[in-house]
């Protein structure tokens, strides 16, 4: 009788230790088609806003209200003045949202002044294998400088923040290895005597440069959609855990 309860104990414990995973691994799994669903949503999104027409850039009084959900990616046009004071580098590998990019080189950021005065922070495009080479980033971004008033043409980017293992900027390089247009700012004195600097960087389309440097270009949206193969990995353990249930209890069946 003893030997029979413990029997007994057994296979209900291990019966609910498998019905614990399996509710687990079909969780995990309604988990991951509910991210899918998302992802495809937020695809059909950044699609729709990356191919419209260009629209104006928002007005200063209307800047804080701008969020990364609703407006990244959003495809603007407007003039601006690129400022002659110091520009910033972004160190690259290449782009998830530019095909015409690969390879090191960096991303050149120069701060531009609109009519009304405020600061707009511009992407103007990739200069390739430049991460060290100081003199050469000058004399493409020297090329912009022409302190006359340019139509932008671009998308509506917000600020990056650093990893844990992501190296920090070196300000004597004016180098940095995130999109934090703001700290640029701070840096390099973007928004010195008290003008506004936009809280969102311009991604630029157009103009290109005579010399094609620094390199803009439109945007594509390369997300990974790997939900499905997830889920049905997750849906699969909890039938793998169901079947080795099976198995044990037909064993302990012809114990």
Known sequence: MTG???????VAGFGIFTLVMVAVFVGLGLWQLQRRVEKHALIAALTERLAAAPGPLPYPSQWSGLTPARDEFRRVSFAA???P?????????GSGVREDVS?????????????SGETVVINTGFVQNTMQDRAQQDRAV???ITNEPVTLTGYIRFPEAAGALTPSENPAKRLWFTR??????RALGWGEAGKLVAAFYIDLEQPVPASGIPKPGPLQVHLKDDHLQYAITWFGLAGAVVFAFGVWMR????A
Not at 251 to 254: E, K, L, N, S, V
């Open 251 to 254: 064993g302990q069946r012809r």
């Open 81 to 83: 003045t690129y400022q």
């Open 85 to 93: 004071g110091p520009d910033a580098m972004v160190y690259s590998s």
């Open 4 to 10: 029979m309860m413990a029997r007994r104990r057994g």
């Open 142 to 144: 020297a090329r912009l």
């Open 180 to 185: 934090d247009h703001l700290a640029m700012a």
């Open 103 to 115: 390879g090191p080189g960096t991303w050149a950021f120069v701060p531009a002044r609109l009519p």
